[in-house]
């Protein structure tokens, strides 16, 4: 069973029937070499909407995020996200036998993604030159903690390194804190996001020169798209972004409240006649009169006093008696939510953002996001949560041919 995600009515979940036309990505092969979180995510992403994904893990060592974060019945959970909509099969590369497959397996896809230190595939006699041989179609999606060259390209590295040359922590925490790093993995997650799009638009090139090619994707760039103009700011202007915690230096106000029965809302007046709204529901419309609020970095540059209004008025009422006001003004907020409000919060449940996956065969039935996007005549879809080490192997070595004596002696090589 697929859980479809397509373009919905207002107010109706989205839902697929049985005659939903094939995804837009149907008849795309892909093969996931990658461990860990930015290169399985980009072929998760390519696989939500159609394409074939084959997970390719060393026979002994799987992709360690089976084993990142908490784990049901010693299966771990966050590998059920990763590698869902992905078929799985061990090979070890490193082995004639596991060589001899993969250049097999790569003459019948489309896209490669790996992430092994540059030079690895190499030493396999795996590089792009034996890839593009057996597939000149080819795309080999590359992603690694710093690129291909440099200084730093034969380094170990990881997301929680971009984070931190990026300049993210350094604009993140309180002013007078140290540094702050996300609990999660933020350059990883963008990295996968711009890996999917790379392979799309080396996709399309290939549709006009009939060649495929090399993305170079380094884990500690994207991330500076993300944090915007601070490379112009200092440029042209000298300027370093300080940290500021939740308050911004272009608006205000801008930051999270306490609300009378416990509960945090963050509050938000990027736009003029949003600010000015907000302060005459709070019962201040003496400040927007102030020649200072007209602008954003002047409301910035009174952050305490706009802070001290909103803050007020909002301690004295309950989260949602101060969601209920907000709205009724048309100013800007939203709860701070944790897991257990976001999964019942109707707006995600009216979107459809998350998915229930039945029939999984370790855990049953289980939920968890759903495909990024709805897209209105060929929506993507979860067709199965990740599956075990190696599940796939026979099949997946049977289709290109081998047969089961082929197959036992890879095993015997302890290619597979």
């Not at 990881?158 to 993210?168: K, R």
């Not at 996968?192 to 399309?204: E, I, K, N, R």
């Not at 007020?312 to 209920?324: G, M």
Request: charged share 20%.
């Amino acid at each position: 069973m697929t859980v479809s995600r397509k373009q919905a009515p207002p107010q109706a979940p989205p839902s697929a029937g049985p005659a939903s036309p094939a995804p837009p990505l149907a008849g795309l092969r892909v093969l996931d070499l990658a461990t860990l979180f930015a290169g399985p995510l980009a072929a998760t992403l390519l696989g939500d909407f159609g394409a074939e994904v084959v997970k390719v893990e060393h026979p002994a060592k799987p992709d360690p995020s089976r084993g990142h974060g908490p784990a049901k019945d010693g299966v771990g959970l966050w590998w059920k996200l990763l590698g869902r909509n992905k078929r799985t099969c061990t090979l070890d590369l490193s082995t004639p036998g596991g060589r001899s497959v993969l250049l097999r397996l790569a003459a019948t896809a489309d896209v490669i993604v790996e992430n092994f230190r540059p030079g690895t595939l190499e030493k396999w006699d795996l590089g792009w030159e034996e890839l593009a041989a057996v597939n000149p179609r080819l795309v080999l999606a590359r992603v690694t903690a710093f690129g291909q060259f440099g200084p730093y390209a034969h380094r170990p590295g990881f997301g929680t390194l971009a984070e931190a040359m990026s300049g993210f922590a350094a604009i993140t925490g309180e002013p007078d804190a140290p540094p702050t790093l996300p609990p999660f993995g933020l350059a990883d997650s963008v990295a996968g996001l711009t890996t999917a799009y790379a392979v799309m638009t080396a996709l399309a090139a290939r549709e006009r020169t009939g060649r495929g090619q090399v993305v170079d994707m380094a884990i500690i760039e994207p991330i500076l798209t993300v944090l915007g103009p601070q490379p112009v700011w200092y440029d042209q202007l000298g300027y370093v972004q300080p940290r500021t915690g939740n308050r911004s230096t272009n608006n205000a106000p801008r930051n999270t409240y306490r609300t009378a029965d416990g509960g945090w809302v963050a509050v938000s007046t990027s736009a003029q006649s949003v600010a000015e709204r907000l302060m005459d529901l709070v019962g201040r419309p003496d400040l927007a009169a102030r020649p200072w609020f007209a602008t954003g970095a002047g409301r910035a540059g009174h952050a305490d006093e706009l802070d001290a209004a909103v803050g007020a008025w909002i301690a004295e009422r309950t989260r949602d008696e101060v969601l209920a006001e907000f709205e009724k003004a048309e100013a800007a907020v939203a709860p701070v939510q944790d897991v257990r409000e976001v999964l019942t919060d109707p707006q995600y449940q009216a979107l459809g953002t998350f998915a229930t996956v039945p029939d999984d065969p370790e855990l049953g039935v289980l939920r968890m996001q759903n495909v990024l996007f709805r897209l209105s005549e060929t929506p993507g879809g979860i067709r199965w949560a990740g599956r075990p080490h190696g599940a796939d192997t026979d099949a997946v070595l049977g289709e290109l041919g081998l047969s089961v004596a082929e197959i036992a002696a890879l095993r015997a090589e302890e290619a597979v």
